[in-house]
Structures are given as C-alpha cells and as structure tokens.
C-alpha cells in the first residue's frame, strides 16, 4: 500500500495538483469511505474515525458533502413496501 500511495503522491504532483487541493480531496474521500461503511451514521463513522461528532460534520460542511446517497441507501423502504411478516413466516414454513 505504502509504494502505492508513494505513486500516487507523485503522479499528483507531476500533475500539477496543489497540496491543499491534495489535502482536500485525501479527506473528502476517506470521510466517504468511512461513512459509507456506516451506513451515512456520522456517530458511528466519527468513532471510527477517531474524531468528534461535531467536527465530522463540521467538516463534511467545509467540504460540501453531499450526503443524502447515503441517507437513502442506508434507509429502510415504507412499511407500504415491505412485504408482511406473515408472508415471510409462511415462505420460511415452506
């Protein structure tokens, strides 16, 4: 992982990237990582991370994270939506 990073890190500046726009992006995408794995829940992703849930949200603000992907995924459907718990007794009866 370290010579990938190592790579990385040097194609960006090869490419022109500026170090705060490095820094920047490196964040942006592991904030997202981390809340995916959790399913959008800034509590559990800002344990994770080893940071307050203040700052966590602070910091998706600064960033413009957009959010609501994984709100939505991450959502259960409306009961009109899921299928009835005697449906699912008599399909595991089967």
């Known amino acids: 992982m370290k010579n ?3 790579a990385l890190v040097a194609q960006m500046h090869e ?4 170090y705060s726009e490095a820094v920047r992006e490196f964040k942006k995408r592991f904030i997202m990582n ?3 794995r959790n399913h959008g829940n800034q509590s559990k992703a800002a344990r994770e991370l080893g940071m ?3 700052t966590l949200s602070r910091t ?3 960033l413009n994270l957009d959010l609501g992907e994984l709100r ?3 959502r259960r459907p409306p ?3 899921r299928p009835e718990p ?3 007794e008599k399909k595991a009866v089967r």
Do not use: F, P
């Open 79 to 81: 009961r009109s939506a």
């Open 34 to 36: 981390v809340l995916d």
């Open 60 to 62: 998706i603000s600064e």
């Open 72 to 74: 939505n995924s991450a």
């Open 52 to 54: 307050h849930r203040n």
């Open 15 to 18: 490419s022109g990237i500026l």
């Open 4 to 6: 990938q990073l190592e």
């Open 86 to 88: 005697e449906l699912l």
